[in-house]
């Protein structure tokens, strides 16, 4: 079974960073994409970025030119590098293994983290 953990979210101000980090243990199959998803109080969930095992990576439009998704296979670990972040950037930040569209097909979710709070004061 796939555990992810976030850690990395905070309080920041219009035009703060913030790394978020997600730790994958049980997670050996790297056909699967890994992603980081957001959702606001209120709003529908929304990719944020997907990395595949090849490196290759899709954005969200709102998210193109601030933020990186990368991962370390020798840590086990995905990270979201969030620059100059907005008010709107505020919601929980989720890391997923599978559940996204990657590499020309749906695959399914097998893992998701509990999330970690993002909020962007202006």
């Known amino acids: 079974q796939v555990q992810l953990v976030e850690s990395g979210g905070g309080s920041v101000q219009t035009g703060g960073s913030l790394t978020l980090s997600c730790v994958a243990s049980?997670?050996?199959?790297?056909?699967?994409?890994l992603a980081w998803y957001r959702q606001a109080p209120g709003k529908e969930r929304e990719e944020v970025a997907v990395?595949?095992?090849?490196?290759?990576?899709t954005y969200t439009d709102s998210a193109k030119g601030r933020f990186t998704i990368s991962q370390d296979n020798a840590k086990n670990t995905l990270y979201l590098r969030m620059n100059a972040l907005k008010p709107e950037d505020t919601a929980s930040y989720y890391c997923?293994?599978?559940?996204?569209?990657?590499?020309?097909?749906?695959?399914?979710?097998?893992?998701r983290g509990q999330g970690t709070q993002v909020t962007v004061s202006s």
């Open positions: 997923l293994a599978g559940g996204v569209y990657c590499r020309g097909a749906y695959q399914p979710l097998i893992g």
């Open positions: 990395i595949a095992s090849d490196g290759s990576t």
């Open positions: 049980g997670y050996t199959d790297s056909r699967f994409c």
